[in-house]
């Protein structure tokens, strides 16, 4: 049934959903880096995911939707034919928002495993953003979170 989900959120959404699932893409690579994802890790993708710009408009059905399908085309497919896919979803800002993302969720559980690291960084280059941007991209993740566990 998930499938059906992953349908009826595209049909509904359009590109903004293709977009949406794109940007999650690095984050659920970079959360499975460690760690099988439980519904747990699923569902903190999901709520990190409503605070990144071009996700938040997106219903929380759609961004589980999104979710579920990555990680089971992961499964499907690899990590490699998986990011390829979505990295041709993302423009500039789609590419800032994934790495956003992805660093948010790898921080959530406090410092980036190093088998975190292994797998972001890379990534990060593939996208064309430099290590002083990525910098700055974690730096305002790690603001975000700390926000979020304020409460504010």
């Known amino acids: 049934m998930p499938h059906f989900s992953d349908l009826r959120a595209a049909r509904r959404h359009g590109s903004a959903y293709h977009r949406s ?4 893409t690095m984050a659920i690579i970079v959360a499975d880096a460690d760690r099988d994802l439980a519904e747990a890790e699923v569902a903190a993708i999901c709520a990190a995911a409503t605070t990144v710009p071009g996700l938040s408009a ?18 499907d497919g690899g990590t490699e034919d998986v990011f ?5 979803h993302l423009d500039d800002t789609g590419k800032i928002a994934a790495v956003l993302l992805a660093s948010q969720v790898a921080l959530s559980d406090g410092p980036v495993s190093s088998a975190q690291a292994a797998v972001l960084d890379p990534m990060t280059r593939r996208l064309g953003i430099t290590p002083v941007r990525q910098e700055a991209i974690t730096r305002m993740a790690r603001h975000r979170l700390s926000r979020t566990e304020a409460g504010r």
């Open 21 to 24: 699932k794109a940007i999650l």
């Open 58 to 75: 997106l219903p929380a059905s759609a961004l589980k939707a999104a979710v579920e399908e990555v990680i089971r085309n992961l499964q």
């Open 84 to 88: 390829e896919h979505a990295v041709q």
